[in-house]
């Protein structure tokens, strides 16, 4: 009797000290890793003899449990701790839909393929679709699509969020390139960077450009911004220059910015997403580095009252735009000296 008393003892006791070790654990952030030292550093376990083979106990009854698990990290023995409705999670499952499971949490918001979770699992492919099934059922995991792989089946937790590598970031929706939102972002960010690119003045086109400094330049865009606070260009004005080595042009920082503060994308943008942007506006010709690459400003098109973008001086002439050019030769029956459409233009 008293060696049974004795045994129920040391069990509560157990039971007891692995509460409240689990409990300590509990206060680090999510997710946090316990190597030997880290556990005995709470000093939840007594100091005695047998310190270190009642660590073990303790930590071999919560990991049965579900509450701990067991890593290797560096050549080291370390635990991760459990939330108590994840490890709730495991005692509802059999084994293969609890190993199909630990995979998919393994992959975090990357998310994992089927088929490697066939090779890695070395289950059947019936048994891995069974245990997807049941986890899905059980609203544990979900389905999710990557942009770098569109035909692949990805599966990650349903509490998860996929990381911008799967998703695209902004710019996709289901997988799909979000044309609409580009061409609104973009169209935004060209508007906003031609508010700052130009002075706009309400002169006429045959007035004289006058020539300004650093510090006229920045009270006029000072002045605009305060008055107007709008962007673009004004209705009948033009567009001056800035004088050399200007340096008030934006940069990615105050355009994300502000793109932010106005609401209009819906979702808060990161300076690496509207630097893809920004890149793109580049390409396409709309946009130019200044500042040594820290600044754009808009490149400037010439425009007919109408706001119909005007080419270049060839494509002005009737050769840039002759229907008949390649048949056009001297003394050929198209040739410049008996050109209606030259004496057309010359007149206009």
Known sequence: MA??????????SLTELTATLYARCAQQPP????????????NVVPKCKDQDQLLFECMQKL??????KLLTKDGRVIWRIVRKSDAAKYKTLNDEE?????????AAREGIWTKTLKMRTNLHQTLINRALKVLEAKTYIKPIKSVKWPARKYYMLASLQPSEDVTGGPWFTDGMLDEEFIHQMSA?????IRGRSWVHSSSKLGD????????????ARAQELESKRHLGKPKGGIMLPLPPGYKGYPTVPEITKELNASGISGVLMKESEMQTLLDVLCYDGRLMKVMEGQGYKTVRQSMTDEGVITGNGLTETPCGRCPVFNLCEEGGPVN???????????EN
């Open 3 to 12: 060696s049974s008393s004795s045994g129920s003892g040391l069990n509560e």
């Open 336 to 346: 410049a000296r008996n050109c209606e459409y030259f004496q057309a233009w010359l």
């Open 188 to 192: 935004w960010a060209e508007k906003y």
């Open 63 to 68: 990991t049965n449990e579900g509450l701990f």
């Open 98 to 106: 609890r190993l199909v499971f630990s995979y998919i949490e393994a």
């Open 208 to 219: 004289k450009k006058a020539k300004m400094t650093q510090a006229q330049a920045e009270d």
């Open 31 to 42: 997710g946090a890793q316990f190597d030997q030292r880290a556990l005995l550093a709470l």
